[in-house]
């Protein structure tokens, strides 16, 4: 059973350019998680997803930040117009269901640079 | 959200045992006490969960105090494998808000 898979693993960005990183959860898992990790600080929640529903988009930025989790396919965190405080590692974890008895399964990250 | 404390570090020696502390004074009777740590340049990965008994995995124990204000993290013998950054984190219900809040967490120093 592969574990959460994320890609790209690195993305390079100029400013003003589009980003869209792309997270597929494990088999069977139906809730989607992203995080952003800034340099040197910790991890920060964004949006909580599950198929083709947005549950929770509390820590998204209110401007050129979109999360989606279509019927089919990855989740995609997309960053429009980008600008050199979006450089981060973006992490997305899954849970099979939501019980708070549960772990959420983190991918590897993709880190995204912004020139 | 509901709060946890930590030393911002720790040190160990390889082989030794390491104890990582966790204040959680506000938790509630519905939150599960989790332990997730995270490697240089990795994704956070889960070590443990418990909510009133102690509980053991593979990878480590936890040790949860008997009014629940604190929680002990017990890895029996460090391996420089587990030089990371240690979250505890308290997860409950959120009224549908089902987020993890990551604290600056505990950075274990494993010395060889």
Redesign the interface.
Known sequence: NAGVMQNPRHLVRRRGQEARLRCSPMKGHSHVYWYRQLPEEGLKFMVYLQKENIIDESGMPKERFSAEFPKEGPSILRIQQVVRGDSAAYFCASSPILIHNNEQFFGPGTRLTVL | DAKTTQPNSMESNEEEPVHLPCNHSTISG???I?WYR?LPS?????VI?G?TSNVNNRMASLAIAEDRKSSTLILHRATLRDAAVYYCIL???QG??????????TKLTVNP
Do not use: A
């Not at chain 2, 990795?42 to 889960?46: A, I, K, L, V």
């Open positions: 519905t939150d599960y989790h995270q990795q994704g956070p990965e889960y969960h909510l997860f409950g219900p549908g808000s089902e987020k993890l809040v990551f604290g600056k967490g």
